[in-house]
């Protein structure tokens, strides 16, 4: 049975906007998304907003709803009361380019910056076989479909524009720690993700996992593993002595 919402939407530029309130329908076992698509059809057609495949998978509809960030196209307008108000506002972290859409473009420079995947130079195809056991902990890294909420979420950069530079974020510290996991890979990345990706940076408070659309364990499966990674490097006695060793 259809309702009428209350919707606040922040509608602007770079140059600065506000909220403004709208009233539209809503019909059952809508989303969010759902309700934005209304709104341009039907009071406000220069509304801009990113979107793709309204399924979950290419993570292209990302925002902030009642100050969580979201999928716009995996909220279910039934998670609110009919008389609430629902707030959607673009992602607070990266800049505003109009309306809802953001320049998710600091992600993409990340992205470069890390070596890719480097088998042996002598490896030929047929040559190696991973273990099932291999497979299926790099594989709940891959589920990732980019939508960068857990960058956007991630404090160390949510609130200080300053980090931004020094530190990657949750999504590409995850992509390092699947390529340090992979039993192919001949690279060694653990240097680059202390001091050059800011893992130090990270304090653990699952914030990323919390926002993940895909329920990838960020914090426990990929990155406390990295930085026990390089803890072992850097302060285990024996790793060190090793390390002197094996440079003579």
């Given at each position: 049975m259809g309702y009428d919402a209350e919707f606040r939407v922040w509608r602007g530029d770079q140059d600065g906007g506000a909220l403004e309130d709208f009233t539209v329908e809503v019909n059952e076992g809508e989303v969010v998304l759902d309700i934005i698509h209304r709104l341009q059809a039907t009071?406000?057609?220069?509304?801009?907003?990113?979107?793709?495949?309204?399924?979950?998978?290419?993570?292209?509809?990302?925002?902030?709803?009642?100050?969580?960030?979201?999928?716009?196209?995996?909220?279910?307008?039934?998670?609110?009361?009919?008389?609430?108000?629902?707030?959607?506002?673009?992602?607070?972290?990266?800049?505003?380019?109009?309306?809802?859409?953001?320049?998710?473009?600091?992600?993409?420079?990340?992205?470069?910056?890390?070596?890719?995947?480097?088998?042996?130079?002598?490896?030929?195809?047929?040559?190696?076989?991973?273990?099932?056991?291999?497979?299926?902990?790099?594989?709940?890294?891959?589920?990732?479909?980019?939508?960068?909420?857990?960058?956007?979420?991630?404090?160390?950069?949510?609130?200080h524009e300053e980090n931004k530079e020094a530190f990657a974020g949750p999504r590409f510290l995850m992509r390092i720690a699947e390529l340090e996991m992979h039993p192919l890979d001949t690279a060694d990345r653990r240097e680059l993700a202390q001091d050059e990706q800011g893992l130090g940076f990270c304090n653990i408070t699952k914030c990323c996992t919390e926002v993940c659309p895909e329920h990838i364990k960020i914090t426990d499966n990929a990155l406390i593993p990295l930085k026990e990674r390089v803890a072992d490097r850097k302060y285990d006695p024996l790793v060190w002595l090793g390390n002197k060793l094996f440079r003579r």
């Amino acid at each position: 049975m259809g309702y009428d919402a209350e919707f606040r939407v922040w509608r602007g530029d770079q140059d600065g906007g506000a909220l403004e309130d709208f009233t539209v329908e809503v019909n059952e076992g809508e989303v969010v998304l759902d309700i934005i698509h209304r709104l341009q059809a039907t009071q406000a057609p220069d509304l801009a907003v990113r979107w793709n495949c309204k399924a979950g998978k290419c993570g292209s509809c990302s925002a902030e709803v009642n100050g969580r960030p979201r999928l716009l196209c995996m909220t279910r307008m039934s998670t609110f009361r009919p008389d609430e108000v629902v707030t959607v506002t673009p992602m607070r972290t990266f800049p505003v380019i109009r309306d809802l859409v953001t320049d998710v473009s600091f992600n993409y420079e990340k992205a470069r910056q890390i070596p890719s995947f480097t088998p042996p130079a002598d490896l030929k195809p047929g040559d190696y076989r991973m273990r099932q056991v291999d497979v299926e902990r790099s594989q709940e890294f891959r589920k990732c479909i980019e939508c960068f909420l857990c960058q956007n979420t991630c404090h160390v950069v949510r609130d200080h524009e300053e980090n931004k530079e020094a530190f990657a974020g949750p999504r590409f510290l995850m992509r390092i720690a699947e390529l340090e996991m992979h039993p192919l890979d001949t690279a060694d990345r653990r240097e680059l993700a202390q001091d050059e990706q800011g893992l130090g940076f990270c304090n653990i408070t699952k914030c990323c996992t919390e926002v993940c659309p895909e329920h990838i364990k960020i914090t426990d499966n990929a990155l406390i593993p990295l930085k026990e990674r390089v803890a072992d490097r850097k302060y285990d006695p024996l790793v060190w002595l090793g390390n002197k060793l094996f440079r003579r």
